[in-house]
């Protein structure tokens, strides 16, 4: 969107559980608190059912029983007569859209049937779908007048390694910038070639260049896998983020965002945690610089 929020999509690389959601939640909220007084950053939660970290982190669509109570992204895609409607989670500085409440077997029902509803034109797919998008994006930026007062400058969405394919075409090709999330090794470096293979794909065919960069999650101090070497696909940077006891804990015990304690002195005493806050920040750092350049 050359003329609305810098769009930074995170997705995974093909395998679950490599922590994009986690990831995500975490840059989010720290460059929330980055961004000037009055200015928001908006997220959306592509995940669904177990996938939906995201809005679980972030206390967004789920009750304390762990119910979902609110329609979100998934709702409004497969909604195509246009009767649904979604308005963003205020969460400090975020304003979020979650997945919604569709269960896991209506999504994975719906998203096919877009399909044939478009006479089995995946262009046409395509294109509905980042229309939708579009009209979330502009709820998330609304409600300020001027180019200065948009309520977000920025807008991350977190996109699941198990993702519907238009669906991950439509996110890729209105991304700015998308980070790819993997694990060290090299049992998982041919899921990060296939996800840069994707992106490398969408941007022919949309003919601009997306900026691309690799986080390898997880890392640990054992590990002997030169990820550079082995990856074979142009990229922008790579990011490690190393395996943290602080930030496990954080995050699946208190179902906290680890980086909130970054200038605390007893989480700080892990150096993971510290080079994991550190690769977390330079995440942020990437964005930010993308929304200098375009908003000034």
């Not at 329609?71 to 909604?79: A, K, N, R, S």
């Not at 101090?221 to 006891?245: A, N, V």
């Given at each position: 969107?050359?003329?609305?929020?810098?769009?930074?999509?995170?997705?995974?690389?093909?395998?679950?559980?490599?922590?994009?959601?986690?990831?995500?939640?975490?840059?989010?909220?720290?460059?929330?608190?980055?961004?000037?007084?009055?200015?928001?950053?908006?997220?959306?939660?592509?995940?669904?059912?177990?996938?939906?970290?995201?809005?679980?982190?972030?206390?967004?669509?789920?009750?304390?029983?762990?119910?979902?109570?609110?329609?979100?992204?998934?709702?409004?895609?497969?909604?195509?007569?246009?009767?649904?409607?979604?308005?963003?989670?205020?969460?400090?500085?975020?304003?979020?859209?979650?997945?919604?409440?569709?269960?896991?077997?209506?999504?994975?029902?719906?998203?096919?049937?877009?399909?044939?509803?478009?006479?089995?034109?995946?262009?046409?797919?395509?294109?509905?779908?980042?229309?939708?998008?579009?009209?979330?994006?502009?709820?998330?930026?609304?409600?300020?007048?001027?180019?200065?007062g948009l309520r977000v400058r920025v807008v991350l969405i977190d996109l699941p390694s198990s993702a519907f394919r238009p669906l991950a075409w439509s996110l890729i090709s209105l991304a700015d910038i998308v980070f790819i999330i993997g694990e060290w090794g090299d049992v998982h470096v041919h899921e990060v070639n296939d996800a840069l293979s994707l992106v490398e794909g969408v941007a022919k065919i949309v003919k601009r260049r997306i900026a691309t960069y690799v986080i390898i999650n997880k890392a640990l101090?054992?590990?002997?896998?030169?990820?550079?070497?082995?990856?074979?696909?142009?990229?922008?940077?790579?990011?490690?983020?190393?395996?943290?006891?602080?930030?496990?804990?954080?995050?699946?015990?208190?179902?906290?965002?680890?980086?909130?304690?970054?200038?605390?002195?007893?989480?700080?005493?892990?150096?993971?945690?510290?080079?994991?806050?550190?690769?977390?920040?330079?995440?942020?750092?990437?964005?930010?610089?993308?929304?200098?350049?375009?908003?000034?």
């Amino acid at each position: 969107m050359e003329n609305g929020p810098v769009i930074a999509l995170f997705m995974g690389s093909g395998k679950g559980g490599v922590g994009s959601s986690t990831i995500t939640a975490n840059v989010a909220w720290l460059t929330s608190q980055r961004m000037p007084a009055g200015e928001d950053v908006g997220v959306i939660d592509a995940g669904y059912g177990v996938n939906a970290t995201l809005s679980k982190l972030l206390g967004v669509g789920f009750s304390d029983g762990g119910m979902c109570v609110s329609t979100g992204l998934y709702d409004y895609i497969l909604d195509v007569k246009g009767g649904t409607q979604v308005s963003p989670v205020q969460r400090e500085k975020l304003r979020v859209i979650g997945p919604g409440c569709l269960n896991i077997d209506a999504i994975n029902w719906g998203l096919p049937e877009l399909v044939a509803a478009f006479n089995k034109n995946p262009d046409a797919v395509v294109k509905y779908i980042q229309d939708r998008v579009v009209r979330l994006i502009t709820m998330l930026q609304e409600s300020k007048e001027g180019k200065q007062g948009l309520r977000v400058r920025v807008v991350l969405i977190d996109l699941p390694s198990s993702a519907f394919r238009p669906l991950a075409w439509s996110l890729i090709s209105l991304a700015d910038i998308v980070f790819i999330i993997g694990e060290w090794g090299d049992v998982h470096v041919h899921e990060v070639n296939d996800a840069l293979s994707l992106v490398e794909g969408v941007a022919k065919i949309v003919k601009r260049r997306i900026a691309t960069y690799v986080i390898i999650n997880k890392a640990l101090p054992i590990s002997d896998s030169d990820m550079r070497r082995l990856i074979t696909h142009t990229y922008d940077g790579l990011i490690t983020l190393p395996y943290s006891r602080v930030v496990h804990a954080l995050t699946s015990l208190r179902r906290d965002l680890a980086i909130r304690y970054a200038g605390d002195m007893q989480a700080r005493r892990e150096v993971e945690y510290r080079e994991w806050s550190d690769g977390v920040r330079k995440v942020s750092d990437i964005i930010l610089e993308l929304v200098r350049r375009r908003w000034g």
